[in-house]
């Protein structure tokens, strides 16, 4: 059989399996056929399969056995094997939440594919392209690549995956509130796998947990009951660890909504559980923070936080300030990649015109034919870089919007310590009320009922003070519940000093368990005749906490400069006008160069140093009070001297 051939025959059987379900049994026939073989091409191609079939169940292994194929592959000089290889470690890669790496990954695989003009890997990586954007909640640009690859699909005549992408397709309409359009497509897939004699004609847990979510949408969640448990069944068989944890986490969310707490919280604790054995981060925070409300819900604020730290760690993996940056310069390479090839292009185009113009007067005709062609070209192509900018905004909103989440982390030591106060004192008054009682019970004893009613007193004064902590502790953990939840966008009447106060301390203790050596003066000077203000308490509580942050962050820096000659100070005052309450945040700090000021309120601009700042937390807040809340973020500054944020919020 000639090298040709074999490879070709080599290509057709990786392409059919890439995507195909294995079980444990046939994962350890491969990994014996490839204990035995010696050729190069057979063991690139069970590696593949390996990688493939542990994609789901183990992404360690998955990607020990990609790196693998890709070794051979590069050996071997296989450019189409490469992007597939490439393809599909993006695609492993994705499932452990690291979006930044899964998406180089499929630009590469995408670049290679083109060059060799192969539409099924073009359709693959479009597929996972399309997936990272529906990680990134940008659900019209998932679904416009999702419907590029159906069609390729479709060309090539690979059902399987056509009909993955309708799943895909329904998926990101259920996303979208959009009930009769997700179920549609939810139940083409499902039809279409029912008619197929092969059980891994499409990846079943997954269309079971997707059908489930579009019944739960259209309101039947005895359906979506039935259809999660089946999945569950179905990814147990399959050893599918990464659907199975959907199945788990969707079912247990449906037991919540259905007020069954005790089955929500063992589906919860199986989500996590299958969710960690393959790196599967989303499914690990999402489960968690269902555990932390549900705790919460039943008074048990310890294991509450537990979990709600839990996920404050899976979410910072996800999302944190690196991932961030790594996101963002991939997205920026890319688009430069694009400019230079245009340019490149437009170079080109360009000498034609100009050695076409030297040929004379002879070929005036076709001289004017190419430079109207070129003009119809450019116009295509301006149109198009127009749309990528457009793409790319986007995608930058998206990250802007994970922000959010991003202080969450820096906040919990400040938590933690917030915490801490309230329990000393219920701990401390506890002991006291012990030794008063048995004072109280010896007095008795000795009938001095006035000595005895006087200790009953302090008892009584000690268990009021008691309660009072007890209270401050419940409600410092109702905060920290409320900032590491998404924003629904309802407003609620707020308190709006109760709101201040809070995101100080918080702010503030969580910058002194970085540094024990920092201290600084805080003042509060409180319009106590302010009203209840109807805002997004989770979203102006984010902007005020960023603002003390950054003044801390200033006078801190200051102090570290001047040293003990300087006493760092930060004041926040709350007023009130016919038609508006301010908050003002003031410091002493280094100040804002009168050069920067105007920028500050940009995406991306930041005057802190590489890797302590993103840029996002001044442009977020800016966002959340002038179209949020219709209202204003003003700052007045001297270099050297202080900086004073100014929020108005309209009554």
Same mark, same amino acid.
């Given at each position: 059989?000639?090298?040709?051939?074999?490879?070709?025959?080599? *290509?057709?059987?990786?392409?059919?399996?890439?995507?195909?379900?294995?079980?444990?049994?046939?994962? $350890?026939?491969?990994?014996?056929?490839?204990?035995?073989? +010696?050729h190069?091409?057979?063991?690139?191609?069970?590696?593949?399969?390996?990688?493939?079939?542990?994609?789901?169940?183990?992404?360690?292994?998955?990607?020990?056995?990609?790196?693998?194929?890709?070794?051979?592959?590069?050996?071997?000089?296989?450019?189409?094997?490469?992007?597939?290889?490439? $393809?599909?470690?993006?695609a492993?890669?994705?499932?452990?939440?690291?979006? #930044?790496?899964?998406?180089?990954f499929?630009?590469?695989?995408?670049?290679?594919?083109?060059?060799?003009?192969?539409?099924?890997?073009? *359709?693959?990586?479009?597929?996972?392209?399309?997936?990272?954007?529906?990680?990134?909640?940008?659900?019209?640009?998932?679904?416009?690549?999702y419907?590029? $690859?159906?069609?390729?699909?479709?060309?090539?005549? =690979?059902?399987?995956?056509?009909?993955?992408?309708?799943?895909?397709?329904?998926?990101?309409?259920?996303?979208?509130?959009?009930?009769?359009? *997700?179920?549609?497509?939810?139940?083409?897939?499902?039809?279409?796998a029912?008619?197929?004699?092969?059980?891994?004609?499409?990846?079943? #847990?997954?269309?079971?947990?997707?059908?489930?979510?579009?019944?739960?949408?259209?309101?039947?969640?005895?359906?979506?009951?039935?259809? %999660?448990? &089946?999945?569950?069944?179905?990814?147990?068989?399959?050893?599918?660890?990464?659907?199975?944890?959907?199945?788990?986490?969707?079912?247990?969310?449906?037991?919540?909504?259905?007020?069954?707490?005790?089955?929500?919280?063992?589906?919860?604790?199986?989500?996590?559980?299958?969710g960690?054995?393959?790196?599967?981060?989303?499914?690990? %925070?999402?489960a968690?923070?269902?555990?932390?409300?549900?705790?919460?819900?039943?008074? @048990? =604020?310890?294991?509450?936080?537990?979990?709600?730290?839990?996920? !404050?760690?899976?979410?910072?993996?996800?999302?944190?300030?690196q991932?961030?940056?790594?996101?963002?310069?991939?997205l920026?390479?890319?688009?430069?990649?694009?400019?230079?090839?245009? !340019?490149?292009?437009?170079?080109?185009?360009?000498? &034609?015109?100009?050695?076409?113009?030297?040929?004379?007067l002879?070929?005036?005709?076709?001289?004017?034919?190419?430079?109207?062609?070129?003009?119809?070209?450019?116009?295509?192509?301006?149109?198009t870089?127009?749309?990528?900018?457009?793409?790319?905004?986007?995608?930058?909103? &998206?990250?802007?919007?994970?922000?959010?989440?991003?202080?969450?982390?820096?906040?919990?030591?400040?938590?933690?310590h917030?915490?801490?106060?309230?329990?000393?004192?219920?701990?401390?008054?506890?002991?006291?009320?012990?030794?008063?009682?048995?004072?109280?019970?010896?007095?008795?004893?000795?009938?001095?009922?006035?000595?005895?009613?006087?200790?009953?007193?302090?008892?009584?004064?000690?268990?009021?003070?008691?309660?009072?902590?007890?209270?401050? *502790?419940?409600?410092?953990?109702?905060?920290?519940?409320?900032?590491?939840?998404n924003?629904?966008?309802?407003?609620?009447?707020?308190?709006?000093?109760?709101?201040?106060?809070?995101?100080?301390r918080?702010?503030y203790?969580?910058?002194?368990?970085?540094?024990?050596?920092?201290?600084?003066?805080?003042?509060?000077v409180?319009?106590?005749?302010?009203?209840?203000?109807?805002?997004?308490?989770?979203?102006?509580?984010?902007?005020?906490?960023?603002?003390?942050?950054?003044?801390?962050?200033?006078?801190?820096?200051?102090?570290?400069?001047?040293?003990?000659?300087?006493?760092?100070?930060?004041?926040?005052?709350?007023?009130?006008?016919? @038609?508006?309450?301010?908050?003002?945040?003031?410091?002493?700090?280094? +100040?804002?160069?009168?050069?920067?000021?105007?920028?500050?309120?940009?995406?991306?601009?930041?005057?802190?140093?590489?890797?302590?700042?993103?840029?996002?937390?001044?442009?977020?807040? %800016?966002?959340?009070?002038?179209? +949020?809340?219709?209202?204003?973020?003003?700052?007045?500054?001297?270099?050297?001297?202080?900086?004073?944020?100014?929020?108005?919020?309209?009554?």
């Open positions: 059989m000639s090298k040709k051939i074999f490879i070709v025959l080599i *290509a057709g059987l990786l392409s059919l399996s890439l995507e195909a379900q294995v079980s444990v049994e046939q994962l $350890s026939q491969l990994k014996q056929q490839l204990a035995k073989t +010696g190069d091409s057979i063991r690139m191609n069970l590696a593949f399969q390996l990688a493939s079939g542990y994609r789901f169940s183990d992404i360690d292994s998955s990607l020990f056995y990609t790196d693998m194929g890709l070794s051979i592959a590069n050996k071997l000089e296989l450019p189409s094997f490469q992007a597939q290889g490439l $393809s599909l470690k993006g492993t890669l994705l499932e452990g939440g690291r979006l #930044p790496e899964s998406l180089q499929q630009f590469e695989a995408m670049s290679i594919s083109e060059k060799l003009k192969d539409t099924t890997i073009t *359709a693959f990586a479009l597929n996972r392209i399309g997936n990272t954007y529906m990680e990134l909640a940008d659900y019209p640009k998932a679904n416009e690549y419907f590029q $690859s159906k069609r390729l699909f479709e060309l090539t005549g =690979n059902a399987g995956m056509y009909y993955n992408e309708m799943s895909n397709i329904g998926n990101i309409y259920e996303l979208m509130n959009m009930p009769d359009s *997700a179920l549609y497509y939810q139940q083409q897939t499902y039809e279409a029912l008619k197929s004699p092969k059980r891994n004609f499409i990846t079943t #847990p997954e269309m079971m947990f997707r059908l489930g979510n579009a019944w739960k949408l259209k309101g039947d969640k005895e359906k979506a009951l039935q259809f %999660y448990k &089946q999945g569950i069944t179905d990814a147990i068989i399959d050893n599918d660890i990464r659907n199975l944890t959907m199945n788990n986490l969707f079912l247990a969310k449906l037991y919540s909504e259905m007020n069954r707490p005790d089955s929500s919280m063992k589906y919860a604790y199986q989500a996590i559980q299958t960690k054995k393959v790196s599967f981060r989303k499914g690990v %925070y999402d968690s923070i269902l555990l932390s409300e549900l705790f919460h819900r039943q008074g @048990r =604020n310890d294991s509450a936080y537990e979990y709600l730290f839990r996920a !404050a760690a899976e979410k910072d993996s996800l999302t944190g300030t991932r961030f940056q790594a996101l963002q310069r991939i920026m390479d890319e688009q430069e990649h694009q400019r230079k090839a245009e !340019a490149k292009r437009v170079a080109t185009q360009n000498k &034609q015109k100009q050695l076409a113009l030297f040929a004379g002879g070929l005036f005709l076709i001289v004017a034919a190419i430079l109207y062609r070129n003009n119809r070209q450019k116009q295509r192509t301006n149109k870089l127009e749309t990528t900018l457009a793409d790319l905004k986007s995608t930058q909103s &998206q990250l802007i919007q994970s922000e959010k989440m991003a202080s969450l982390g820096e906040l919990t030591a400040g938590i933690a917030e915490i801490q106060n309230p329990l000393n004192f219920v701990n401390n008054f506890s002991e006291v009320n012990t030794e008063l009682i048995d004072e109280m019970g010896q007095e008795l004893d000795k009938g001095n009922l006035e000595d005895a009613k006087a200790l009953a007193k302090d008892i009584k004064e000690n268990e009021q003070k008691i309660n009072h902590h007890g209270k401050r *502790a419940d409600s410092i953990v109702k905060g920290m519940l409320q900032h590491s939840r924003s629904n966008g309802q407003k609620e009447l707020t308190d709006i000093n109760a709101l201040t106060d809070e995101c100080m918080l702010s203790h969580g910058l002194r368990a970085k540094d024990k050596t920092f201290n600084a003066k805080t003042e509060t409180f319009d106590d005749s302010l009203p209840k203000v109807n805002i997004v308490p989770q979203d102006i509580g984010r902007v005020v906490l960023n603002l003390f942050t950054n003044a801390f962050y200033s006078v801190m820096q200051k102090k570290k400069r001047l040293g003990d000659a300087f006493e760092p100070v930060v004041t926040v005052r709350t007023s009130k006008t016919a @038609r508006a309450v301010s908050i003002s945040i003031r410091d002493n700090g280094n +100040g804002i160069p009168q050069t920067v000021i105007d920028k500050i309120f940009q995406p991306f601009f930041t005057t802190k140093p590489v890797g302590e700042g993103t840029g996002l937390g001044l442009s977020m807040s %800016y966002e959340i009070i002038s179209k +949020g809340h219709g209202g204003e973020l003003k700052v007045d500054s001297k270099e050297g001297e202080y900086a004073e944020f100014t929020i108005i919020l309209p009554i």
